[in-house]
């Protein structure tokens, strides 16, 4: 008969321990299992054909017992072995914790506790510092009868030698006349002062004067410890600041115009509660930017409003600002005008505006357009041929007229009741085998949303006469001059006369006395 493991053994609190109990030359055998002192087993018993386990799963303190495995053969022969069972438990490290800040010359507390120890009875402790022993206990007398997590606590003053060196727990566990592993566990922390926020500066790279377009690092340096918490602010006025980043780095890829100002890091270090600033001023260099050209109210606006044109640039050193007409030459304001204004707007002063920055470092351009809409103007009426007009020609009227947007033209004729008749809808009215009957005043109206203006032709046209006839006319018209030509000039005469003898003469008496 024999019993698996051998009489002693040591089993981990939490594992899963199996005893066996075997036995030959019996046919069949009966198995017991019992403690000791009649404690309950903490286990399961398994009967096989010649052999039986205990199983425990998993052990605990409850198992520190001697166990007895009894086996009757043919209800005769009676045998029994005894295995002792020794549980333990030494799972982990030891933690160290150091309580308060350590501050050179203050007092300090480090506490190192040991979870989760059985039998703790067997448990002894060191703090040391490097290779220096600080304090030693034990729990030789502890009389736990379950898992317990030991604590040993030890005071002292850092000094500021210690800065750098280790506090080492060492936790040893003894189970005499037992092999287990591991027998002892260590855990070390260093020793560390806390001291600052002291000597901050800001280093710029690549200076405190970058060229546009450039990439930036601000970098804040400190001496502190622990390390400290930054945040990196931007001044905007008395009154508002601008939250960046918690990171001892700012950096901007591409600098413009606006990120110039007045940078703040602000070192702060939460163990010794103490806060520390340093600033750098940053001026970004470069060609002008144009960041504003506008019309107000509107790029588009009717004749007769107010009209504010406005450029702004951002640049360093600060731009000249050259606002103007494109179409003229000179400037439209004072030197570096950056608004005008034009009062009551006219159509003659749309067009393209331009607007010029220029430093030492280049120049920037913006261009807009006005665009004023008015009712038409200058309407016109032109008659081709310009001559006398006879049946059976053909008459083009043409009229033209200005306007934004551009105007509709339309034609219509007085008739003989003295209403106006639409007859054509186009700039140019063409006639076609002229007719007497086509003679009278003919008006032209150009239409747009901003009004309406109106221009007025009268058409005299001359009959065609037979061949045999032609003279008629021209006998009458010259015999009619001659009847008025003989009495005028009889008058004339007259009146020369006595202008010379009076020295003056008025015509209108003279006539009248004739009459």
């Known amino acids: 008969m024999e019993i698996i493991p051998a009489k002693r053994i040591v089993a981990q609190i939490g594992d899963t321990l199996i005893l066996t109990c075997n036995t030959t030359g019996c046919a069949s055998p009966s198995f017991s299992w019992r403690t000791h002192l009649d404690n309950p087993l903490g286990g399961k018993v398994s009967n096989h054909r010649t052999y039986s386990t205990l199983t425990m799963s998993p052990v605990s303190s409850v198992n520190s017992h001697a166990y007895l495995c009894t086996v009757i ?4 022969e009676k045998k029994e072995k005894q295995v002792e069972v020794e549980p333990y438990s030494f799972p982990s490290d030891p ?4 309580r308060s800040s350590l501050v050179a010359g203050e007092p300090a507390t480090v506490i190192c506790q040991i979870p989760d120890v059985y039998p703790s009875s067997g448990l002894e402790v060191l703090l040391k510092k490097d290779e220096c022993v600080l304090h030693e206990n034990n729990f030789f007398e502890d009389s736990s009868t379950n898992t317990e997590t030991k604590i040993v606590t030890y005071a002292f003053h850092p000094v500021a030698e210690d800065i750098g060196k280790e506090i080492t727990c060492v936790a040893r566990l003894t189970i005499p006349d037992m092999d287990f592993e591991p027998k002892e566990r260590t855990s070390s922390q260093k020793l560390n002062a806390n001291f600052g926020p002291q000597n901050t500066i800001i280093t710029a790279s690549p ?4 060229m546009e377009g450039d990439s930036l690092n601000l970098t804040c340096v400190t001496q502190s410890n622990p390390p400290p918490q930054i945040v990196w602010n931007k ?25 110039s100002g007045l940078y703040i890091c602000e070192v702060i270090n939460l163990v010794t509660n103490k806060t520390e600033k340093a600033t750098v001023d940053i001026i970004i260099q470069g060609a002008p930017v144009i960041t504003k050209f506008s019309i107000e109210p509107s790029t588009t606006v009717q004749e007769g409003e107010n009209v504010s044109i406005q450029c702004s640039a951002e640049s360093s050193p600060p731009p000249k600002i050259i606002l103007r007409r ?7 304001g004072p030197d570096n005008a950056r608004s005008i204004l034009l009062p009551s707007v006219t159509f003659q002063n749309g067009g393209d505006y331009e607007c010029i920055a220029e430093n030492k470092f280049g120049n920037s351009r913006s261009e807009i357009t006005l665009n004023v809409k008015y009712g038409p103007k200058n309407t016109m009426i032109t ?3 310009t001559a006398a007009l006879k049946e059976g020609e053909t008459v083009t009227m043409k009229c033209t007229s200005s306007g934004n947007p551009a105007p509709v033209i339309s034609w219509k004729k007085k008739k003989a009741t003295g209403e106006s008749e639409k007859i054509f809808r186009n700039a140019t009215l063409t006639i076609q085998n002229l007719k007497s009957q086509d003679l009278g005043l003919y008006e032209c109206e150009a239409y747009n949303p901003f009004g309406k203006e109106e221009k007025s032709v009268k058409l005299h046209v001359q009959a065609r006469l037979e061949e045999s006839d032609q003279m008629i006319p021209l006998i009458i018209a010259f015999s009619s001059v001659a009847a008025v030509a003989v009495p005028a000039v009889a008058i004339l005469i007259y009146v020369s006369r006595q202008a010379k003898i009076n020295g003056s003469y008025s015509l209108v008496k003279a006539l009248r006395l004739k009459v």
């Open 95 to 98: 933690i160290i914790e150091i």
């Open 73 to 76: 053969c043919d209800e005769k």
């Open 326 to 332: 494109k179409s003229d030459s000179a400037d439209m």
């Open 383 to 385: 008659v081709i041929p």
């Open 207 to 210: 200076g405190n004067s970058p």
């Open 235 to 259: 001044y905007l006025t008395e009154k508002s600041i601008q939250h960046l980043t918690n990171n001892n780095v700012l950096s901007i890829p591409h600098v413009h115009f606006n990120d």
